[in-house]
């Protein structure tokens, strides 16, 4: 996807060393990233959009990756991944899949 910010908004930093805010408002306002105030993922949510069909054990990390990799889910902050372990305990304490440790 490409994202066009205006002059304004591009040369416009307030003061602040970086445009890093910028960016992170333009990525917000096209709905690639949750806002922070955001709940965690339902594990229906992980199961339907995220899990590769075929595979029956995924590890953490690969989870994270499936993020980074489909285009269509948004991407994940840092600040995210306490939120995706409590969807991890949810599906755990909800049957919704096993855990193995190792």
Known sequence: MHFVLS???SSDVKGKNNQQDVVLQ???DSGKIRPHDAAPFVP?????KVWTAGMDRWTTKNLW???AKDLNLPILLDAELS????TLRQGLVMGQWDLKVG
Do not use: V
């Open 44 to 48: 229906a949510y992980i199961l339907q």
């Open 83 to 86: 939120k995706l372990r409590d």
């Open 26 to 28: 333009a990525l917000a």
């Open 65 to 67: 990756e499936a993020f």
């Open 7 to 9: 002059d304004q908004e």
